[in-house]
């Protein structure tokens, strides 16, 4: 049973934990051989800290002995990608202007994590400050997909899917702002949620686009993914764009809604031209797998769909622009110390220079044009118009309909290094997820199938806070089908 | 449709506070342009009374009761720093 | 050829609040370096701002009190900049929906003396908005040293027209703000602690001209006198340039104190591109009526209202008003004596700005240790009013009631200082002064009054101090009539 307790689900995981079949140790160890096993391979750990994971494990064993368990998620392996900020861990985002920075403090999502007794286990890698699509943008290593190693994880939370399909973590969590968990998700064939904006508490999440950025769950299972969104959910104080909105009990919901005879909406502005695209094969069985079950499915119009990707790298690249600001070389990041610096301002565009990749710098550089003097108006009030138009698109379509049914990715994941040198090639692929993140809305990624023995995510576009149906709807397909219990052939 | 429209690399990294070399001028200006160019569709629609989306999910009036309740001992705030003295951050000298 | 110099001032002036304006962080000064710092105050990753109650309370009472209207609607924006004492190389404030709108500052000029009140006119204000202060450096040799404690400590900006025209103006403008900043418990504006910092926009231009000078931004002017004197010699130098012939051109110049004269700091640049945008992680504020009468209601009466009530309901002068004001408490200590009976309200404010003030210093005791309530000095004064003792021997009761907490007619009674005769007697230690001192009644006699003065003294030193110096004047008089 050791051999395959790194693959199995956390809601088993849970149960075996409970009759003290298992113990947490012996779990952790599970999937800490798992990935010293894989991990030169996959790449998927920027950092991890055996020492620490088996500690945090023997606590939780000691907890259920003393009958004090914390729930569902008490003594499961959660891997974190480094975006997230865990006191007296690296926080590094990638990025070499953070290789050797180390948080003081612990994200609100973080400790919620914690409070339910989950083993934070190590620093998952990712594009470098959330970044990119395939973690081809990371400035520590480069994450293979753990069914084709020479193709991208996809991104910019490739390291957290990659490790959760290839059993070096039970679940994982991730962060997206235009795709970056559903994507990945979709890519390593797991099952990957972005939260409605305001769901879960961004504070302590190293922020990329502020108004655009939300934490979320992965996991190789639907129920797996709740009970991770689950403890993570909730307002914050600490945050004030998280929204106060009840927490459903998710894992309920998703028994609750069993059975019921959703109506989804087919966007028609993401098929028509999409026909010929590689993913559309599986993504359409599994529209038809809806209809076998008794659902409706409506052609709904999102008109504006051609303007997305557009509003997106105007918005994002706007605020990170300001939200990377910070780091300069003064208080907590590298600092280039090769030259002799005349004033701070020196130090500032050197350390930025070492410290920075490409990618960071173009969208820096886009972002602080598109918002400098004369190129507002033109530029961001223009995107921020614009994304009024594309939420109103989405209220307009759920009018109709319960969810959005629609592919994650144009195409499965592709070769690494296939899309360098071409920076907006890599932006279009973002199209079918992008929207999401512009109106607010939550989204949610099953894996449907494979194309050349790469895996196809479908993705549910749900309306706000309804991440209990999106849940329920995913769940409902997963459990008709056996992928979640297919694993790469590492 | 419009041509390009032209960046002024330098002043826009001086901005950005990030030095970057003759190559990377002209690599980065030709990319930022084209991606411009592509951003150059959003002027093909009328935005005129349209209201910009500031927060996805819009509440007014968020704050907090003023009490002393978060902190962070000294040495975790200088513990990461490149270079501190007597607990405070070291720059270059700066002439105000 | 006459010129006019055109001032306006940008006043910084830090709301006293327990924590920091978007961060829970303490706020304060005079702590250990970067104790009073978390993760938002320190921009780490991840960090975010939380808007804090009391210092949006304290923004809208300073606009009210300053005339400001105050808008239903207020958001916040980001003002992008790299500098060290900058956490995130950003700072949060208001661009273009400040929280108060307008308003005007009543100023008061320096009469021609002490006694005397100066004009009063109104000073125009453009706005005043709230943002988040930044850290402090502090200069070595080779390098600096950043603090971040005063980083986001909630700062409001209040902008003035470029209404006031000399360095007198700009001076009665800061005052007048700190006095009501004091008065409404928002700041206490000591400049030595940054708690109040001013910098002036000054230019000079030919009388009569419509367009203003170019515009000189003066800095470091570190003191409420600093600010008038750098504006005095910065008008002076421009006045004197354009008198040369020469043009001004934009730029910062610097108020050296010690030397007692600006000096360039830099030329204008390009002028600086924030790239102001809404800050996403903020949500707006909407401000409703009960909200702003709430905090209207909280609104004390302001320094220069009472000032000129002083002077109206209890006839009491300026050289009493113009110390008793300034001071909100010494102010309503005085009234609360004053209100009971107000035909003692000149003797009060007289005990009140000389003896109580000087008592207090010279002891070092603040008013709220005062051991002489304000009952307690109206019974001294009402027992003066009576004549049961001189106003010399009064001066002495008072020292006494200060040091022992004891009552005027305890301490009267304690040292045996009610007089102990009757005007008859008086009357008789007249004549026996005037038949005892033939020459300087002889003087009086011949025209020179202050002979009086001689045998006024012999009466008193019969009487051994008690008796009334008035009383004996008038029998003295009439006995030599």
Same mark, same amino acid.
């Given at each position: 049973?050791?051999?395959?307790?790194?693959?199995?689900?956390?809601?088993?995981?849970?149960?075996?934990?409970?009759?003290?079949?298992?113990?947490?140790?012996?779990?952790?160890?599970?999937?800490?051989?798992?990935?010293?096993?894989?991990?030169?391979?996959?790449?998927?750990?920027?950092?991890?800290?055996?020492?620490?994971?088996?500690?945090?494990?023997?606590?939780?064993?000691?907890?259920?002995?003393?009958?004090?368990?914390?729930?569902?998620?008490?003594?499961?392996?959660?891997?974190?990608?480094?975006?997230?900020?865990?006191?007296?861990?690296?926080?590094?985002?990638?990025?070499?202007?953070?290789?050797?920075?180390?948080?003081?403090?612990?994200?609100?999502?973080?400790?919620?994590?914690?409070?339910?007794?989950?083993?934070?286990?190590?620093?998952?890698?990712?594009?470098?400050?959330?970044?990119?699509?395939?973690?081809?943008?990371?400035?520590?290593?480069?994450?293979?997909?753990?069914?084709?190693?020479?193709?991208?994880?996809?991104?910019?939370?490739?390291?957290?899917?990659?490790?959760?399909?290839?059993?070096?973590?039970?679940?994982?969590?991730?962060?997206?702002?235009?795709?970056?968990?559903?994507?990945?998700?979709?890519?390593?064939?797991?099952?990957?949620?972005?939260?409605?904006?305001?769901?879960?508490?961004?504070?302590?999440?190293?922020?990329?686009?502020?108004?655009?950025?939300?934490?979320?769950?992965?996991?190789?299972?639907?129920?797996?993914?709740?009970?991770?969104?689950?403890?993570?959910?909730?307002?914050?104080?600490?945050?004030?764009?998280?929204?106060?909105?009840?927490?459903?009990?998710?894992?309920?919901?998703?028994?609750?809604?069993?059975?019921?005879?959703?109506?989804?909406?087919?966007?028609?502005?993401?098929?028509?031209?999409?026909?010929?695209?590689?993913?559309?094969?599986?993504?359409?069985?599994?529209?038809?797998?809806?209809?076998?079950?008794?659902?409706?499915?409506?052609?709904?119009?999102?008109?504006?769909?051609?303007?997305?990707?557009?509003?997106?790298?105007?918005?994002?690249?706007?605020?990170?622009?300001?939200?990377?600001?910070?780091?300069?070389?003064?208080?907590?990041?590298?600092?280039?110390?090769?030259?002799?610096?005349?004033?701070?301002?020196?130090?500032?565009?050197?350390?930025?220079?070492?410290?920075?990749?490409?990618?960071?710098?173009?969208?820096?550089?886009?972002?602080?044009?598109?918002?400098?003097?004369?190129?507002?108006?033109?530029?961001?009030?223009?995107?921020?118009?614009?994304?009024?138009?594309?939420?109103?698109?989405?209220?307009?379509?759920?009018?109709?309909?319960?969810?959005?049914?629609?592919?994650?990715?144009?195409?499965?994941?592709?070769?690494?290094?296939?899309?360098?040198?071409?920076?907006?090639?890599?932006?279009?692929?973002?199209?079918?997820?992008?929207?999401?993140?512009?109106?607010?809305?939550?989204?949610?990624?099953?894996?449907?199938?494979?194309?050349?023995?790469?895996?196809?995510?479908?993705?549910?576009?749900?309306?706000?806070?309804?991440?209990?149906?999106?849940?329920?709807?995913?769940?409902?397909?997963?459990?008709?089908?056996?992928?979640?219990?297919?694993?790469?052939?590492? | 449709?419009? #041509?390009?429209?032209?960046?002024? %690399? *330098? +002043?826009?990294? =001086? /901005?950005?506070?990030?030095?970057?070399?003759?190559?990377?001028?002209?690599?980065?200006?030709?990319?930022? #342009?084209?991606?411009?160019?592509? %951003? *150059? +569709?959003?002027? =093909? /629609?009328?935005?005129?009374?349209?209201?910009?989306?500031?927060?996805?999910?819009?509440?007014?009036?968020?704050?907090?009761?003023?009490?002393?309740?978060?902190?962070?001992?000294?040495?975790?705030?200088?513990?990461?720093?490149?270079?501190?003295?007597?607990?405070?951050?070291?720059?270059?000298?700066?002439?105000? | 050829?006459?010129?006019?110099?055109?001032?306006?001032?940008?006043?910084?002036?830090?709301?006293?609040?327990?924590?920091?304006?978007?961060?829970?962080?303490?706020?304060?000064?005079?702590?250990?370096?970067?104790?009073?710092?978390?993760?938002?105050?320190?921009?780490?990753?991840?960090?975010?701002?939380?808007?804090?109650?009391?210092?949006?309370?304290?923004?809208?009472?300073?606009?009210?009190?300053?005339?400001?209207?105050?808008?239903?609607?207020?958001?916040?924006?980001?003002?992008?900049?790299?500098?060290?004492?900058?956490?995130?190389?950003?700072?949060?404030?208001?661009?273009?929906?400040?929280?108060?709108?307008?308003?005007?500052?009543?100023?008061?000029?320096?009469?021609?003396?002490?006694?005397?009140?100066?004009?009063?006119?109104?000073?125009?204000?453009?706005?005043?908005?709230?943002?988040?202060?930044?850290?402090?450096?502090?200069?070595?040799?080779?390098?600096?040293?950043?603090?971040?404690?005063?980083?986001?400590?909630?700062?409001?900006?209040?902008?003035?027209?470029?209404?006031?025209?000399?360095?007198?103006?700009?001076?009665?403008?800061?005052?007048?703000?700190?006095?009501?900043?004091?008065?409404?418990?928002?700041?206490?504006?000591?400049?030595?602690?940054?708690?109040?910092?001013?910098?002036?926009?000054?230019?000079?231009?030919?009388?009569?001209?419509?367009?203003?000078?170019?515009?000189?931004?003066?800095?470091?002017?570190?003191?409420?006198?600093?600010?008038?004197?750098?504006?005095?010699?910065?008008?002076?130098?421009?006045?004197?340039?354009?008198?040369?012939?020469?043009?001004?051109?934009?730029?910062?110049?610097?108020?050296?104190?010690?030397?007692?004269?600006?000096?360039?700091?830099?030329?204008?640049?390009?002028?600086?591109?924030?790239?102001?945008?809404?800050?996403?992680?903020?949500?707006?504020?909407?401000?409703?009526?009960?909200?702003?009468?709430?905090?209207?209601?909280?609104?004390?009466?302001?320094?220069?209202?009472?000032?000129?009530?002083?002077?109206?309901?209890?006839?009491?002068?300026?050289?009493?008003?113009?110390?008793?004001?300034?001071?909100?408490?010494?102010?309503?200590?005085?009234?609360?004596?004053?209100?009971?009976?107000?035909?003692?309200?000149?003797?009060?404010?007289?005990?009140?700005?000389?003896?109580?003030?000087?008592?207090?210093?010279?002891?070092?005791?603040?008013?709220?240790?005062?051991?002489?309530?304000?009952?307690?000095?109206?019974?001294?004064?009402?027992?003066?009013?009576?004549?049961?003792?001189?106003?010399?021997?009064?001066?002495?009761?008072?020292?006494?009631?200060?040091?022992?907490?004891?009552?005027?007619?305890?301490?009267?009674?304690?040292?045996?200082?009610?007089?102990?005769?009757?005007?008859?007697?008086?009357?008789?230690?007249?004549?026996?002064?005037?038949?005892?001192?033939?020459?300087?009644?002889?003087?009086?006699?011949?025209?020179?009054?202050?002979?009086?003065?001689?045998?006024?003294?012999?009466?008193?030193?019969?009487?051994?101090?008690?008796?009334?110096?008035?009383?004996?004047?008038?029998?003295?008089?009439?006995?030599?009539?």
């Amino acid at each position: 049973m050791s051999a395959e307790l790194y693959y199995k689900s956390a809601s088993e995981l849970s149960g075996l934990l409970n009759r003290r079949e298992i113990s947490s140790v012996e779990l952790t160890q599970s999937v800490i051989g798992r990935t010293k096993a894989v991990d030169d391979l996959v790449q998927a750990f920027n950092s991890f800290d055996e020492k620490n994971a088996l500690a945090q494990a023997a606590d939780s064993d000691a907890r259920r002995n003393r009958g004090e368990s914390l729930g569902l998620l008490d003594g499961i392996p959660v891997g974190i990608k480094d975006v997230l900020a865990v006191k007296d861990q690296p926080l590094t985002c990638s990025s070499k202007i953070l290789a050797d920075f180390v948080s003081p403090y612990d994200a609100t999502c973080i400790e919620k994590l914690k409070r339910s007794g989950a083993v934070l286990w190590g620093r998952l890698n990712m594009d470098e400050f959330a970044m990119g699509s395939s973690t081809e943008n990371s400035a520590t290593k480069i994450t293979g997909n753990p069914w084709k190693l020479d193709c991208i994880p996809g991104g910019s939370s490739g390291g957290s899917a990659a490790a959760v399909s290839a059993g070096e973590s039970i679940v994982s969590l991730g962060s997206d702002t235009g795709g970056s968990i559903r994507q990945p998700a979709s890519h390593c064939g797991v099952v990957g949620l972005k939260p409605t904006y305001g769901r879960v508490s961004r504070y302590g999440l190293a922020a990329f686009a502020s108004s655009l950025d939300q934490v979320g769950p992965l996991g190789r299972t639907v129920r797996d993914t709740a009970v991770l969104l689950q403890s993570i959910s909730g307002h914050d104080i600490n945050d004030s764009t998280s929204y106060k909105v009840d927490v459903p009990n998710y894992v309920q919901a998703i028994k609750q809604l069993k059975g019921r005879k959703w109506t989804f909406g087919l966007p028609k502005e993401y098929f028509e031209s999409a026909s010929d695209m590689a993913s559309m094969g599986p993504v359409k069985e599994a529209i038809e797998f809806y209809k076998s079950i008794g659902c409706e499915i409506k052609e709904v119009s999102l008109p504006h769909t051609a303007y997305a990707v557009a509003t997106y790298y105007i918005v994002a690249t706007a605020e990170a622009s300001s939200n990377l600001a910070r780091y300069d070389g003064i208080r907590y990041t590298h600092r280039a110390e090769s030259f002799d610096a005349k004033d701070s301002v020196d130090i500032y565009r050197q350390s930025r220079a070492e410290g920075f990749g490409n990618e960071v710098k173009r969208r820096v550089l886009l972002g602080t044009y598109v918002l400098s003097s004369g190129y507002y108006d033109a530029y961001y009030l223009k995107a921020q118009k614009t994304r009024t138009l594309i939420r109103r698109d989405f209220e307009e379509a759920f009018k109709d309909v319960d969810a959005l049914l629609t592919p994650t990715a144009p195409s499965p994941a592709f070769k690494r290094g296939a899309h360098s040198g071409d920076p907006l090639s890599m932006y279009l692929s973002d199209i079918y997820t992008i929207s999401a993140n512009l109106a607010g809305i939550p989204g949610l990624s099953v894996p449907c199938g494979y194309v050349d023995g790469l895996p196809v995510g479908l993705q549910i576009l749900g309306k706000p806070f309804k991440e209990d149906e999106i849940l329920a709807m995913g769940n409902e397909f997963e459990s008709a089908h056996n992928f979640a219990n297919e694993h790469p052939p590492l | 449709m419009a #041509e390009a429209p032209h960046i002024d %690399i *330098d +002043k826009v990294a =001086e /901005l950005a506070r990030i030095a970057l070399t003759e190559e990377e001028k002209t690599k980065f200006s030709s990319q930022l #342009e084209s991606i411009l160019g592509y %951003i *150059d +569709k959003l002027n =093909e /629609l009328n935005t005129t009374n349209v209201e910009p989306t500031a927060h996805p999910h819009s509440v007014e009036n968020v704050w907090r009761e003023d009490r002393a309740t978060s902190e962070l001992p000294t040495c975790e705030a200088v513990k990461n720093a490149p270079k501190q003295r007597q607990s405070m951050f070291v720059v270059p000298k700066v002439v105000e | 050829m006459e010129y006019e110099a055109v001032i306006g001032l940008e006043v910084h002036v830090q709301i006293k609040t327990e924590s920091k304006i978007f961060s829970g962080s303490r706020s304060g000064y005079g702590y250990e370096p970067n104790t009073l710092v978390d993760p938002v105050v320190l921009g780490l990753p991840g960090s975010l701002p939380v808007m804090n109650k009391t210092a949006l309370d304290g923004i809208i009472k300073a606009g009210l009190a300053l005339n400001c209207t105050v808008p239903n609607y207020c958001k916040w924006d980001r003002k992008n900049y790299f500098y060290p004492d900058s956490p995130n190389n950003y700072q949060i404030t208001q661009y273009d929906q400040p929280i108060c709108d307008g308003g005007f500052v009543e100023i008061e000029m320096e009469g021609e003396t002490r006694a005397v009140m100066g004009s009063h006119r109104k000073v125009a204000l453009t706005r005043i908005h709230l943002e988040n202060d930044v850290g402090k450096l502090n200069h070595f040799a080779e390098d600096s040293l950043v603090d971040y404690n005063r980083a986001f400590t909630p700062l409001m900006e209040i902008v003035s027209e470029p209404d006031m025209h000399s360095g007198a103006e700009a001076f009665a403008f800061l005052t007048a703000i700190r006095q009501t900043m004091i008065y409404c418990g928002i700041s206490d504006c000591d400049m030595e602690k940054g708690q109040m910092r001013a910098d002036a926009n000054i230019s000079v231009r030919p009388v009569g001209q419509k367009e203003l000078g170019a515009k000189i931004e003066l800095k470091n002017l570190n003191s409420i006198t600093g600010v008038k004197n750098g504006i005095e010699y910065e008008i002076k130098r421009q006045t004197q340039e354009l008198k040369k012939g020469r043009t001004m051109t934009q730029a910062t110049w610097r108020w050296d104190a010690d030397l007692g004269r600006t000096e360039l700091m830099r030329e204008k640049e390009d002028a600086h591109d924030y790239r102001y945008f809404p800050d996403p992680d903020l949500m707006p504020v909407h401000i409703d009526d009960e909200w702003r009468e709430r905090i209207r209601c909280e609104i004390p009466e302001l320094p220069f209202d009472k000032q000129r009530r002083f002077m109206e309901q209890y006839d009491i002068p300026y050289s009493i008003t113009s110390v008793l004001v300034p001071d909100w408490e010494l102010s309503e200590y005085f009234e609360r004596a004053a209100k009971k009976v107000p035909k003692c309200a000149q003797a009060i404010g007289n005990y009140v700005t000389n003896d109580l003030l000087r008592e207090l210093s010279d002891s070092n005791t603040a008013l709220s240790e005062c051991k002489i309530s304000p009952d307690g000095l109206l019974s001294l004064v009402e027992v003066i009013e009576k004549g049961v003792i001189t106003k010399q021997i009064a001066k002495d009761v008072f020292i006494e009631m200060f040091n022992t907490g004891e009552s005027a007619t305890e301490v009267i009674e304690r040292k045996g200082l009610k007089p102990d005769f009757d005007e008859g007697q008086v009357k008789d230690w007249c004549q026996e002064v005037v038949n005892e001192n033939p020459r300087p009644v002889e003087d009086f006699r011949s025209g020179n009054d202050k002979a009086l003065n001689a045998l006024l003294g012999q009466v008193m030193k019969k009487s051994r101090g008690k008796a009334s110096p008035q009383i004996v004047q008038g029998l003295l008089k009439e006995l030599l009539s």
